[in-house]
């Protein structure tokens, strides 16, 4: 687990845990993290392990054990960080980027099952990577190319527990996802968070990297601040 705080002159505490594969050495990620120092956070961020052998020691953990200390924060969690999220004490506003609580349907149950029941934590399972039609039209070359391409049995068993037993989501928390994100499943986010606090945007899975980004810095930036209740009168999509 790799930690590093920006902007440690700030006024008022934000913790944000990065997706699966997102790396402070990405641009994108550097962005958002820019746009969060502006608004005058002081961005506790962590870049979670790409392989994990046990979900609580390997990524919950860590981070729990950190933010204790933390005097009132902000909480922003991207992708795999919200497996994370819902178990950490001391959060104010809960916001959640495409937040992966299922995994996406285009991968075969059976074979996720298949996987999951071989003993190791050795990472030889080819992920089939990722491109800019599943993160979204900014993903820069570097981005691409430093993702991760395996993972580990050991990694799908954990995760699939994780989002098996995953917390119940704070009834103030918001999402922002996209309806063509490719990487997770949208389904777990439409049982467990109401429409209202729903965000949608067209784009991939990171936000981040979509074209529209800079459409949505305030609506992020007040959800973080004020919660639902800055999102609620949005107009929302029910199917």
């Known amino acids: 687990m790799r930690h590093r705080v920006f902007n440690p002159d700030g006024d008022a505490e934000l ?7 997102n790396r402070w050495t990405h641009e994108n990620i550097g962005w958002l993290i820019g746009q969060l120092t502006d ?23 860590p981070i729990a054990e950190y933010v204790v200390d933390l005097d009132g924060y902000q ?22 980027l495409s937040p992966w609580w299922g995994y ?18 050795f990472p030889f399972v080819p992920t089939g990577g990722m491109d800019r039609a599943d993160l979204g039209e900014l993903a820069t070359d570097h981005q ?11 990694f799908v068993r954990e995760t699939r527990h994780a ?12 999402v922002f996802c996209s309806l063509r994100d490719p990487v997770v499943s949208l389904r777990p986010i439409g049982e467990r968070v109401p429409p209202e606090h729903v965000v949608l945007y067209d784009g991939g899975h990171e936000l981040f990297s979509s074209a529209v980004r800079e459409e949505y810095v305030d609506p992020l930036l007040a959800a973080l601040e ?3 209740a800055a999102v609620e009168d949005r107009p929302t999509v029910t199917v």
């Open 15 to 21: 913790v944000f845990v990065m997706g699966w594969g």
């Open 226 to 228: 004020e919660g639902a």
């Open 104 to 121: 996406s349907e285009r991968l075969p149950r059976p074979l996720l099952d298949l996987v999951a029941e071989i003993p190791t934590a």
């Open 39 to 61: 608004a005058g956070y002081r961005v506790h961020a962590f870049e979670i392990p790409t392989n994990v052998d046990d979900f609580k020691a390997d990524w919950l953990e």
């Open 75 to 96: 909480l922003l969690a991207h992708s795999a960080g919200a497996l994370i999220a819902p178990a950490l004490d001391g959060a104010e506003n809960h916001v959640y």
């Open 163 to 174: 989002q098996q037993e995953l917390l119940a989501i704070d009834h103030d928390a918001v």
């Open 144 to 154: 691409l190319a430093t993702g991760p391409k395996w993972v580990s049995p050991a």
